[in-house]
């Protein structure tokens, strides 16, 4: 594996961190016996923003396949965004709805990411043995 | 290769074993793992999936997703009786898939529900999860270490299961490893 493969998984796998981070609070937010409050999605939308930043700074990914898992993570964060924002101005029902939004399209940003990382490993690894 | 895996378990703790070692094998590059559940089958037949406190809604996206997927590694047949358990959850913690199937024909669901035991027999516990993986031989050599026994699928099979194409989307597995309270230890 060249150095810049390595680079490239390090980020990814960081990404993937950030990712997973962002659907924990999510989702404790949306399980917490209070149900989820206007300020969680305010956290929500700072750790999505620095995402963001993260997945269109990951300008070295040279896989094909992973370029385009990245560009559908990047899209589905905006639509996070999006729902949280709106969470975020709202309470009962529309903040719950917003939370559950907001959290379908975290995991799937977190899933994409993932098979992003996947996909590099697999560029860079030995033809497969069985 | 992109495939979904149960590997099952004779108790709870071994489960959990199973699925600190599957991120492990993630977080030293030899698989990616998309995500993880743990399912248990009780002595009478029903199954439990280990969830966050969550809202009824949550849970029963859980529980389809996990009675189909687990109907599906079954055979075809299981995963029109997978999904349907799943449909009939109400718990708020841990989703449980033992309601009443009432889409499924008799004889599908007689054929599917001893499919399905015969991968979580009443009393074991399973880890369910998605991954990508180079070759087969570091799961299947870490779970046999662990006395678990791998069952496995291609996602791009499971696509191909009519009763299951609605049900291959990641959102009922836990994207990083989840474990509840009561077994993460003191």
Do not use: C
Not at chain 1, 84 to 94: E, I, L, W, Y
Not at chain 2, 108 to 116: I, K, P, S
């Amino acid at each position: 594996m060249t150095q810049n493969q390595t680079k490239t998984q390090e980020a990814l796998i960081q990404a993937r961190a950030a990712a997973q981070e962002l659907h924990g609070a999510l989702s404790d937010a949306a399980s917490s016996v209070r149900g989820a409050m206007s300020a969680d999605l305010e956290a929500v939308q700072q750790k999505t923003r620095a995402l963001m930043e993260t997945l269109k700074s990951s300008a070295s990914v040279q896989d094909e396949k992973a370029r385009k898992h990245l560009k559908e993570a990047l899209a589905n964060l905006e639509a996070a965004q999006k729902h949280a924002m709106k969470g975020a101005k709202s309470v009962g029902q529309v903040l719950q709805d917003s939370v559950r939004k907001t959290l379908a399209e975290a995991r799937i940003s977190a899933q994409h990411i993932s098979e992003a990382l996947a996909e590099e490993r697999s560029a860079s690894a030995p033809k497969a043995k069985d | 290769m992109h495939n979904f895996i149960a590997v099952v378990f004779d108790d709870t703790s071994k489960a959990y074993k199973g699925l600190h070692a599957l991120w492990q094998l993630d977080a030293s590059g030899d698989i990616t793992v998309h995500g993880t559940a743990v399912v248990h089958r009780t002595e009478w037949g029903q199954y439990i999936v280990d969830t966050k406190e969550t809202s009824p809604v949550l849970a029963t996206a859980v529980g389809v997703g996990i009675g189909a997927l687990l109907g599906a590694l079954a055979g075809p047949a299981g995963a029109a009786i997978g999904a349907a358990k799943g449909a009939g959850i109400g718990a708020a913690s841990g989703a449980a898939l033992g309601g009443a199937a009432d889409v499924a024909r008799l004889g599908v669901r007689e054929q599917a529900g001893l499919e399905t035991a015969r991968i979580v027999g009443p009393g074991k516990s399973a880890v369910i999860a998605e991954v990508s993986e180079e070759w087969t031989t570091p799961v299947d050599t870490r779970m046999r270490e662990l006395g678990g026994t791998v069952y496995r699928r291609s996602r791009s099979g499971l696509r191909d299961d009519a009763w299951y194409e609605d049900y291959v989307t990641p959102n009922y597995l836990y994207p990083y490893e989840y474990v509840p309270p009561a077994y993460s230890g003191p």
